[in-house]
């Protein structure tokens, strides 16, 4: 799948993917946000064609969207001026169902799903994760072949995730559904490994499938079995390799200059620091046990990681974590002593910001414009992935007390 940039040049979003989803089992795509998973999505829905290929369901080339395949939305979708069992039904209109039937469908979907006595309430009147069960219960009620599902637990408070995900979990495992596959979107690693039999996880740019993990342990699946936490570090040694990989390749790109920085203020960076400093163990730490104990997703860790990674105060390697000499004297190091070291950081690892103090300290004013730089990065980053750097740099050297920076005149001055 590819669009088109308004200069006419076609941007990839999907490349060269290649999957089947098999009857009797849940498929987990799962990668970061932005790596193309609901975009993948609603191609295998028939929501959006691709640029290229096609899709097989049930030996048959799909179309567009068709009877038999139904979606649950990450944002709950509902109509807030019909009531759950309006809502429920909603699904069977397309499908020409009577209304005697639809009502009787309806209903039974209300009640497989945990809903019953709710049927004449409003949107409004629901808590997040029962407005989710609506979701849920719209999908079910024209008893599809494949479910597809797109973070469906993402919106929710954690209690209320890992109740619904149980449930839905009962009703697979016990047959009660007309369902005979799923695939789901996630960027949750253990919500993958605790629901799926196989995880496709997903590169970015444009999105490829990096490689697939089996998941063969019986339902229910707990969470502390060496079994579950094996697979899940294995997960995270193919996420921090590939960004890994990504920011040696970018690092030595352009002089350094196209090194793509992490969406990470120099605040949290500090905080994590302290984090893994008092987590480790010998040095080491497991990505997998930082998140649970964070209850950080992947989204969130991994620019972290990859933050500390570029700053070279820890070295990521095989899903783990160690941090380096300079990375401990930083965790016990007071506020003065961990800007002194950020600081001598940045400009060694960073080229980006030593650049940018280069210049400062070169003009007789100590003054430049943003878009002096910003003009340097885009020739080397997209416009999304250089406004995000260029923020970063900002962060960082603020911090450091290596320049400041006036968002109203979008300029920069040299600090001291």
């Known amino acids: 799948m590819s669009y088109t940039k308004p200069s006419g040049i076609p941007l990839p979003i999907l490349a060269d993917i290649d999957l089947k989803v098999r009857a009797g089992e849940i498929v987990g795509l799962l990668g970061r946000s932005g790596s193309g998973k609901s975009t993948l999505l609603r191609i295998a829905a028939g929501l959006i064609k691709p640029s290229s290929g096609r899709v097989i369901y049930r030996g048959e080339p799909l179309r567009g969207p068709t009877q038999g395949i139904s979606v649950v939305f990450q944002t709950f979708a509902l109509y807030p001026w019909l009531t759950v069992i309006d809502n429920v039904e909603l699904g069977l209109d397309a499908l ?125 699946r707990d969470r502390v079995d060496p079994a579950f936490r094996a697979i899940v570090g294995e997960i995270y040694a193919v996420l921090t390799a590939r960004l890994v990989d990504a920011m040696d390749t970018s690092s030595a790109n352009h002089g350094g200059l196209a090194l793509c920085l992490p969406d990470v203020s120099s605040h949290r960076l500090d905080g994590f620091m302290d984090k893994i400093a008092a987590a480790s163990s010998a040095g080491y730490v497991d990505l997998a046990m930082i998140a649970a104990s964070l209850m950080e997703k992947v989204d969130d860790l991994l620019p972290i990681a990859g933050a500390a990674h570029i700053l070279e105060f820890a070295e990521l390697r095989n899903g783990s974590m160690r941090l380096t000499a300079a990375g401990r004297v930083f965790a016990q190091a007071g506020d003065d002593g961990r800007k002194r070291l950020f600081r001598e950081h940045l400009v060694q690892f960073v080229p980006l910001i030593a650049h940018i103090r280069e210049v400062l300290d070169e003009r007789g004013d100590h003054q430049a414009p943003r878009e002096r730089f910003e003009l340097e990065l885009q020739d080397h980053l997209n416009q999304h992935d250089a406004d995000r750097t260029l923020r970063t740099a900002i962060d960082w050297g603020r911090y450091a007390g290596l320049f400041s920076y006036d968002d109203h005149t979008r300029r920069f001055a040299g600090g001291c």
Do not use: Y
């Open 96 to 220: 020409r169902v009577s209304t005697e039937e639809a009502r009787k469908r309806a209903t039974s979907a209300i009640e497989m799903i945990g809903l019953d006595g709710f049927q004449s309430a409003l949107p409004r009147e629901l808590s997040g994760g029962m407005k989710q069960r609506v979701g849920f219960a719209r999908a079910l009620v024209s008893e599809p072949t494949l479910l597809l599902m797109d973070e469906p637990f993402s919106a929710l408070d954690v209690l209320t995730a890992e109740t619904l995900r149980t449930d839905f979990l009962d009703l697979w495992v016990g047959r009660q559904l007309t369902i005979k596959a799923v695939l789901m979107v996630t960027h949750n690693i253990e919500e993958a490994v605790m629901m799926c039999d196989r995880i496709l996880v997903l590169g970015a740019s444009p999105a490829h499938i990096v490689t697939s993990v089996s998941v063969p342990l019986p339902h229910p």
